[in-house]
């Protein structure tokens, strides 16, 4: 019982000893403190950034691309959305350049020359060892890579060839 009494005669003590005096005012703001800092850490959450912050259509590039003769494209993505680190590998060796989303392509800087990388089908890169293929990217004509994963063309869709009708359907 002394035990109990003393307990409860200490937990008096404590609560008179912090509450005594004038200057002991309840803090009016601390609610509202959190609420608002919870109301801020919500406000902040774009749910839809999250949604569009991957869906650039270059951003199902990234990987390695295969060409002929050991020819080999490497998109990697490089910090901020829509930046990538490109490793071309050619016949004089591998280069790497940084590229920009810009649309459906990939924009870069290679020998002073501004260079892009779009969608291609195999038969729209100029190597036939790549027609009939159909997920494809390319640089310039003659410079072409090509996935063996997905019959479907990359995203973006191949890039139209110069001068050709559209196929007819039947």
Not at 11 to 32: K, Q, W
Request: charged fraction near 25%.
């Amino acid at each position: 019982m002394k035990i109990r009494t003393g307990a409860g005669l200490a937990a008096m003590l404590f609560v008179i000893a912090c509450a005594r005096g004038e200057d002991a005012h309840p803090i009016e703001n601390a609610a509202t403190v959190e609420e608002t800092a919870a109301e801020d850490a919500i406000d902040d959450v774009d749910p839809t950034g999250n949604v569009s912050a991957s869906s650039l259509p270059t951003d199902a590039w990234v990987g390695k691309w295969i060409g002929v003769e050991g020819l080999v494209l490497d998109i990697q993505p490089a910090g901020e959305r829509g930046h990538y680190m490109l490793s071309v590998t050619l016949l004089d060796g591998t280069k790497s350049y940084e590229g920009t989303a810009d649309g459906d392509m990939i924009r870069f800087t290679r020998n002073g020359r501004p260079e892009s990388i779009r969608a291609a089908t195999g038969d729209q890169t100029g190597l036939k060892w790549l027609a009939g293929k159909k997920n494809c990217l390319m640089i310039q004509q003659g410079e072409g890579f090509c996935r063996e994963d997905a019959d479907a063309a990359p995203a973006g869709g191949p890039a139209p060839q110069p001068g050709a009708e559209p196929a007819a359907r039947p």
